[in-house]
C-alpha cells in the first residue's frame, strides 16, 4: 500500500505518523500480535482501515469498510463512545455473531474509540492471543485508553490548525510491519540459520513476512511454485502466486496469521511452465500445503501429492513409510537433522471421506443455534445445518423430564415409528436412553449391528447407520439426539469427535431454549407491569403510544414511553435499553421510574438526564440505554427537550410540512459519570404532531439508519395533507406509523412510539 489514501491537504506522512505510532503503542499496550485504527470517512456513517499493522491487507479486504450501524464491535465503540473487550471466539460468537462468522479463529480483541474534545474520529483496534477472560490477559488499561486520548487530541489539532480540513480517510489502508519488526527485512536464502540447511530438504519450504512477502524460498519450493527465487523474493504471494488467491486458500493463512495455529490444506496448481501437456502428474496437480505461524510471519512446506509425494515419502523414510512424529507446533525442519515429508498430514481443504465433510466448523451449527430461542428451533437448526453435512436424512431429538426421555422433535422416521419409545424411562436399555446415562456416543455402520447390540429392538424398513449422541450441556443430562442413514456407513474416528463435540453445542442450545419459557413469560409479565396502562388525558394535549416486541428469541426488551404530568406541565420521555429478556425489562422499568421521579421533583431537562445517566451507572456498569426528554407547556405549546443518544424526534406542522428536528445530544445513558446533555428550546403548534420512536421503527438490516428515518417522516406526511388536512385521528396515524412493521413477522427489536399533538382552542 502507498500513503495515496491519506488526505491531500496533509503533509505526506504527518497522518500516517499519528496513526502507525499510536496503533503501534495500543498493540504494545495490550500484548498483540495485529493491530489497525479506523477513521470516519467523507461518507456519512462510514468508517475505512486507515493503518493495519502485522496483516497482509490484501486478505481483509472485506473488512476496509465498515458502517457504523453494523453489528461489529468496531461499530459500536465509535457509534457508543466506549471499550469494547473480547476474550476469545466464544465471547465473539455470543455478542457478535457476523463477526465470528467471518473470521471464526482463536483470537481476542481490543476496540478503543478515538475521540477529540466531542469529536469521534474512529477507533483503534487490537487483534491478540485468546484468553479465559479478559482480566487474565495482559492489558494495560491506562497505556490503552492514553494512546486512543493522545491521537484524538492530535487528530484535533490537525483541524484546528489555520484552514485544516476534516481529519478523515477514503483510500485504502496503509500496511505497517508491527511494532519491533522494522522494515521486515527479506533474505536471501543464505542469510538466516538454518535456511542453507533447508535448501538440501526434499520438500518445499518458504516463509512469508507479517505483510505476505516471500522472505525465504529454498529450490525445492521455487520448482513447485513454477518462479525462479530471484523472482518470488520480495514479492507479495498473490502477486507472485496468483493461483493462489482463491477464497478458501486465504481463509487457512486468515487462521493462521490470526490463532497462531498451524493449518493444513491442498492447493490445486496449474501447469508448470515447459511442461508437457497431461504430465503434471509428475509434480502433482495438487500440492499439500502446511503452514506455521510465528512472531515475524509463516514457514510454509509443500509437497506435491501424486507419484512425487511418494517419492518424496520415501527419500524421506528410508526405513519405512513412518508418520511424521513432529508435533503440530514445531517448526517444520526444526534442528535439520531428520528431514520428513508431510504428504500425510491430514489436509483440512481435502475431500470428504464417505461423502461427509469431517471437519465441518463447529462455528456455522453455533451461530445458527444462536438464533434459535425454542426446542423446535433448535431441531430445525440441527435438520438443516448438522444432518445435510454428514449426510444423515432422519432425526429425533429426546428431552429428558422427571426421568424420563420425551419425543421434542422427529423428522424422516415413518410415522407412528418412535410412538413407543416416547416417555421411556432411564432404566430401560435402549441406545437413546444409555447414551445418556452413560455419556458415550454409540454408533452403528448398520441396522444388522444395531440388532445384534439390542437384541428385540424395533427397527424399520431402511437398513442404514445410526448414531446415537448424549446431549449433556455442563455436565447436565439434556436428552439424547439421534441420526439416522438411509445406508450402511462407517465413522471415522474424526467423524465420531466431531459430531460428539456438535452434541455439545446442540445441548447447550436446547438447556437454553427450555430456559427460554420460563424466561420469556416472567419477561412478559415484568414489562406488561411496567409500560404504561394508559396516559394522562388533558384538555389542551392528547397522546397516543404504541409498543410492539421483537420477533427474533427473547420477544420483550427494553424499550419505552410515557407521559408524567409534573407540575402545570408534561414531561414526554422515550428510551431503549440495550439488549432483551428480563434483564432490560428490569432496567427499563427502573430507568421509567427514575426519569418520573425526577420529572416530578421538576427538575429541568438536563437534570433529568445527567441524573439519570449517574443512576444507571450505579445501577447497573456496563448497561446502555438511549433516551429523548422533553418538557412541554400545554398552554403555550412551549417545550424544552434533551437527548441521550436517541433517534432525532420528528416534527409535523399543521400544513402538513414535517422535518427531523436537529436536537443536539450526549452520549447514551450509562457511559460517561459527568456527560452533559444539552438542551434545546422548541414550539409546537396546535395541531403540530410531535413524533418520538425508538431505532426499531427506523432500522433496517443492510440500510442506512438514516433511509429509515426518512421512511418515517415521509409516512408521518402522508398520514396528513394539505387537501385532507387533519387526516386521520392521532391513534389512526400512530397505526398508520407502526403498520408495516406489525405486518412483518421476523422483527429483530421491539419497537416504542409516542405521538403528540396540541389541539386548537376555541
Request: proline share 9%.
Amino acid at each position: 500500500m502507498t500513503e495515496s489514501a491519506e488526505s491531500q491537504h496533509w503533509a505526506p506522512g504527518r497522518l500516517t505518523a499519528l496513526l502507525t505510532g499510536a496503533v503501534a503503542e495500543a498493540m504494545r499496550a495490550v500484548g498483540g500480535h495485529v493491530g489497525g485504527v479506523y477513521l470516519r470517512s467523507s461518507t456519512p456513517g462510514l468508517l475505512r482501515l486507515a493503518v493495519l499493522a502485522g496483516l497482509p491487507g490484501p486478505l481483509f479486504r472485506p473488512w476496509w469498510r465498515m458502517h457504523v450501524d453494523r453489528p461489529f464491535p468496531v461499530a459500536d465503540a465509535h457509534r457508543l463512545g466506549v471499550e469494547i473487550q473480547l476474550a476469545d471466539l466464544t465471547e465473539t460468537m455470543r455478542r457478535y455473531p457476523q463477526l465470528a462468522a467471518g473470521l471464526p479463529f482463536r483470537f481476542g480483541s481490543v476496540y478503543v474509540p478515538v475521540v477529540g474534545a466531542s469529536t469521534a474520529y474512529g477507533v483503534l483496534s487490537v487483534l491478540r492471543p485468546a484468553t479465559a477472560d479478559t482480566s487474565s490477559a495482559p492489558l494495560d488499561r491506562d497505556r490503552l485508553t492514553e494512546a486512543a486520548q493522545a491521537l484524538g487530541a492530535a487528530l484535533l489539532d490537525l483541524e484546528l490548525e489555520a484552514d485544516g480540513p476534516e481529519v478523515v480517510w477514503d483510500g485504502e489502508p496503509l500496511c505497517v510491519p508491527p511494532p519491533g519488526d522494522g522494515a521486515a527485512p527479506v533474505h536471501t536464502g543464505r542469510g538466516a540459520a538454518g535456511d542453507g540447511a533447508a535448501d538440501l530438504l526434499p520438500e518445499g519450504v518458504f516463509t512469508l513476512d507479517r505483510l505476505g512477502r516471500f522472505s525465504y524460498v529454498n529450490p525445492r519450493a521455487a520448482l513447485l511454485l513454477g518462479r525462479p527465487s530471484a523472482e518470488l523474493l520480495g514479492q507479495f504471494l498473490w502477486h507472485a502466486v496468483p493461483w493462489l488467491e482463491q477464497p478458501a486458500y486465504e481463509d487457512q493463512l486468515r487462521g493462521a496469521l490470526l490463532s497462531r495455529d498451524p493449518v493444513h490444506f491442498q492447493a490445486r496448481r496449474p501447469q508448470p511452465p515447459g511442461e508437457e501437456p497431461g504430465s503434471g502428474e509428475r509434480y502433482g496437480d495438487r500440492l499439500s500445503l502446511s503452514v506455521y505461524p510465528g512472531p515475524d510471519g509463516l514457514t510454509f512446506t509443500a509437497v506435491p501429492v501424486g507419484r512425487e509425494a511418494e517419492a518424496t515419502r520415501a527419500a524421506s523414510h528410508p526405513g519405512g513409510a513412518g508418520r511424521d512424529e513432529r508435533e503440530d507446533g514445531d517448526p517444520p525442519f526444526g534442528p535439520l537433522t531428520a528431514p520428513t515429508a508431510l504428504a500425510d498430514v491430514p489436509a483440512t481443504a481435502a475431500a470428504p471421506t464417505n461423502g461427509t465433510d469431517a471437519l465441518y466448523p463447529p462455528v456455522i451449527l453455533a451461530l445458527a443455534l444462536s438464533e434459535a430461542v425454542t426446542a423446535r428451533q433448535v431441531s430445525a437448526v440441527v435438520m438443516q445445518e448438522l444432518l445435510p453435512a454428514f449426510g444423515g436424512r432422519r432425526l429425533a431429538i429426546y428431552l429428558l423430564q422427571d426421568r424420563h426421555l420425551y419425543l421434542a422433535w422427529e423428522s424422516g422416521f415413518p410415522k407412528g415409528f418412535l410412538d413407543p419409545f416416547d416417555g421411556v424411562a432411564l432404566d430401560v436399555r435402549l441406545p437413546g436412553v444409555e447414551t445418556l446415562t452413560s455419556g458415550r456416543p454409540l454408533f452403528f455402520e448398520s441396522m444388522q449391528q444395531l440388532a445384534a447390540a439390542y437384541p428385540g429392538i424395533a427397527l424399520d424398513a431402511e437398513q442404514g447407520a445410526r448414531a446415537f449422541l448424549p446431549l449433556i450441556a455442563s455436565g447436565r443430562p439434556v436428552g439424547s439426539c439421534i441420526l439416522g442413514f438411509d445406508r450402511p456407513r462407517g465413522f471415522s474416528p474424526q467423524e465420531r469427535t466431531v459430531l460428539t463435540a456438535l452434541a455439545g453445542l446442540v445441548a447447550q442450545a436446547l438447556e437454553r431454549a427450555q430456559r427460554y419459557d420460563t424466561e420469556a413469560a416472567l419477561a412478559r409479565g415484568l414489562q406488561a407491569a411496567l409500560l404504561p396502562h394508559r396516559l394522562p388525558v388533558h384538555p389542551r394535549v392528547e397522546t397516543v403510544g404504541r409498543y410492539l416486541p421483537g420477533t427474533q428469541g427473547m420477544d420483550v426488551g427494553g424499550d419505552w414511553y410515557d407521559v408524567v404530568e409534573a407540575g402545570d406541565g408534561l414531561a414526554l420521555v422515550i428510551g431503549d435499553v440495550q439488549g432483551h429478556g428480563v434483564q432490560a425489562a428490569a432496567t427499563m422499568g427502573q430507568l421509567r421510574s427514575a426519569v418520573r421521579a425526577f420529572a416530578l421533583g421538576g427538575h429541568p431537562p438536563e437534570e433529568v438526564m445527567s441524573g439519570t445517566n449517574r443512576l444507571l451507572i450505579d445501577l447497573d456498569p456496563g448497561q446502555f440505554a438511549s433516551c429523548c426528554y422533553i418538557r412541554l407547556d400545554p398552554l403555550t405549546g412551549a417545550a424544552r427537550a434533551a437527548r441521550a443518544g436517541h433517534p432525532q424526534p420528528l416534527l409535523r406542522r399543521p400544513d402538513g410540512r414535517t422535518e427531523v428536528l436537529d436536537l443536539p445530544g450526549g452520549v447514551v445513558l450509562g457511559v460517561a459519570p459527568d456527560a452533559v446533555y444539552p438542551v434545546v428550546d422548541l414550539h409546537l403548534e396546535p395541531g403540530a404532531v410531535l413524533a418520538l420512536y425508538t431505532d426499531g421503527l427506523v432500522e433496517r438490516p443492510g440500510t442506512d439508519i438514516d433511509e429509515g428515518i426518512e421512511r418515517l417522516r415521509a409516512a408521518l406526511a402522508r398520514a396528513a395533507t394539505p387537501t385532507r388536512r387533519t387526516g386521520p385521528s392521532l391513534g389512526g396515524t400512530a397505526d398508520l406509523l407502526i403498520e408495516e412493521a406489525r405486518r412483518t413477522t421476523d422483527r429483530p427489536d421491539d419497537i416504542a412510539l409516542l405521538l403528540t399533538t396540541r389541539r386548537a382552542t376555541r
